[in-house]
């Protein structure tokens, strides 16, 4: 018996992507939802210096991240492509907490964000809104996710093409 219903790919994908944050606590799910809802920081940036692509094909997450660096700091970062909920959420966080760091600060917040979803630690003031990410401690299967956005931005800025969370 058939249901007469087609499903394209990106039906399909807009659907498990509306639920990759069902059932987690409000706070988190509100944290995210906002960001993927309305991303900061989204789309291409006029006369960037260093870019990467960043592909997580367990979930099928494609990433772009433009950047523009002066004397060794951000000075502005965009992102764009196909990701989901979680995805999307970190990468517009992050474009907002990077500006004006330098790639230590970046690595340096690129590892507490490791802690913060390895269950290491309950928070860090340091990443703000980030914090709300906390709650994949308990999702190990998309922490990946979360990771893909800090990835990218860390093969722009060594000036590697493409990056990947596997």
């Not at 906002?34 to 094909?57: I, K, M, S, V, Y």
């Not at 970046?106 to 290491?120: F, P, Q, S, Y």
Request: net charge neutral.
């Amino acid at each position: 018996m058939t249901t007469g219903l087609k499903w394209s790919g990106d039906a399909f994908r807009k659907l498990r992507r509306s639920a990759t944050v069902a059932g987690m606590p409000e706070p988190y799910h509100a944290i995210v939802l906002e960001h993927q809802r309305q991303p900061r920081n989204f789309g291409a940036l006029p006369g960037f210096t260093h870019a990467a692509n960043g592909d997580n094909a367990l979930c099928g997450d494609h990433l772009r991240i433009e950047l523009e660096c002066r004397d060794g700091r951000i000075v502005a970062l965009r992102f764009s492509g196909d990701s989901c909920a979680i995805a999307t959420a970190s990468a517009s966080m992050l474009s907002e907490i990077v500006a004006g760091c330098d790639a230590a600060s970046i690595a340096g917040l690129k590892t507490r964000l490791h802690a913060l979803v390895n269950g290491e630690i309950e928070s860090d003031a340091a990443l703000g809104a980030l914090n709300a990410l906390g709650q994949l401690r308990h999702y190990p299967s998309r922490r990946r996710c979360a990771l893909l956005p800090w990835a990218t931005l860390s093969a722009a800025l060594a000036g590697t093409a493409d990056a990947t969370t596997e």
